[in-house]
């Protein structure tokens, strides 16, 4: 799996890191991607989940503690 950890915000190009994990499950396709982060926009925030929804390999994770965290990382 790879972990996205930062806020949701265009800036931070969260469709790049989903275009390159698509890349990467043509060759591996049990790869998966957790994007952690809350939203800077209510309508940033509204396209990334619509992303998640049509990937079931991307899990969008919100409002996350630090032990959460720490277990997804680990």
Same mark, same amino acid.
């Given at each position: 799996?790879?972990?996205? /950890?930062?806020? $949701?915000? &265009?800036?931070?190009?969260? &469709? *790049?890191?989903?275009?390159?994990?698509?890349? /990467?499950?043509? #060759?591996? !396709?049990?790869?998966? =991607?957790?994007?952690?982060?809350? !939203? +800077?926009? !209510?309508?940033?925030?509204?396209?990334?989940? &619509? $992303?998640?929804?049509?990937? !079931?390999? *991307?899990? =969008? %994770?919100? +409002? =996350? #503690?630090?032990?959460? $965290?720490? %277990? =997804?990382?680990?």
């Amino acid at each position: 799996s790879f972990v996205c /950890v930062g806020r $949701l915000a &265009e800036d931070k190009r969260v &469709e *790049m890191v989903v275009g390159i994990i698509e890349q /990467v499950r043509r #060759t591996f !396709p049990s790869v998966q =991607l957790h994007i952690v982060g809350n !939203p +800077d926009s !209510p309508a940033y925030a509204r396209r990334i989940r &619509e $992303l998640s929804q049509s990937r !079931p390999w *991307m899990t =969008l %994770h919100q +409002d =996350l #503690t630090r032990s959460e $965290l720490a %277990h =997804l990382l680990s």
